[in-house]
């Protein structure tokens, strides 16, 4: 059973557009989500992250939004460029354990 | 600092034999762990350590794997005997915090495991 899950597996968006990519959650005990950026043959690299007591979170061209009651997370890359082609996976943290992910969204930047 | 070190990049095996995975953190961060990525799963945690100590193996899929973490600078991850179903990019990552502490995560670059 899937406590993270990232519906969309790929997502296509033109250069200089915005690119939104979503992330939904179960567990009520998640207080801490993360994004991960991952190129091929590299391993995952944190990205930007948000806490439950925020509905936002903002790092230069990414921003992160969450709600809670909808459990429910969105990343948004404005402007997207060529350089965001990559995997995105969306985690979660709630407890004293590891992060647990999500699937990826593998984002798809064209020129 | 060279990150997360993770050998081999590419291991190619037969069904039924022993596969071993090796990783080596980052100095001085206390916790490790192993996850595997495949296609329908996503990135799935199967067992971290804090202080060399494991603390939760329940992902660990079935009794076929094993890991170790002998001293603060290696971990293995093994699988005997490996199975088709066990092919996946398996990562190891290290962290200078607890488990729970959320962030710096760093990951290595992973293991190709393919089993004919």
């Known amino acids: 059973d899937q406590q993270v899950k990232q519906n969309s597996p790929s997502l296509s968006v033109q250069e200089g557009r915005i690119s939104i990519l979503n992330c939904d959650y179960t567990?009520?005990?998640?207080?801490?989500f993360l994004w991960y950026k991952k190129y091929p043959a590299e391993g995952p690299t944190f990205l930007i992250s948000?806490?439950?007591?925020?509905d936002k979170n903002e790092d230069g061209r990414f921003t992160v939004f969450l709600n809670k009651s909808a459990k429910h997370l969105s990343l948004h890359i404005v402007p997207s460029q060529p350089g965001d082609s990559a995997v995105y996976f969306c985690?979660?943290?709630?407890?004293?354990?590891?992060?647990?992910f999500g699937k990826g969204t593998h984002l798809i930047i064209q020129p | 600092d060279a990150g997360v070190i993770q050998s081999p990049r590419h291991e190619v095996t037969e069904m039924g034999q022993e596969v071993t995975l090796r990783c080596k953190p980052i100095?001085?961060?206390?916790?490790l762990f192993w996850y595997r990525q495949t296609m329908m799963r996503g990135l799935e945690l199967l067992i971290y350590?804090?202080?060399?100590?494991?603390?939760?193996d329940s992902g660990m899929p079935e009794d076929r794997f094993s890991a170790k973490m002998p001293n603060a600078s290696f971990s293995t991850l093994k699988i005997q005997p490996s199975e088709p179903r066990d092919s996946a990019v398996y990562f190891c990552?290290?962290?200078?915090?607890?488990?729970?502490?959320?962030?710096?995560?760093?990951f290595g670059s992973g293991t190709r495991l393919t089993v004919v």
């Open positions: 990552a290290s962290s200078p915090f607890a488990p729970g502490s959320r962030n710096g995560y760093t």
């Open positions: 567990n009520s005990m998640f207080d801490y």
């Open positions: 948000i806490s439950s007591i925020k």
């Open positions: 985690a979660a943290s709630g407890g004293a354990d590891g992060l647990t």
């Open positions: 100095s001085g961060h206390n916790s």
């Open positions: 350590f804090n202080n060399n100590v494991p603390i939760d």
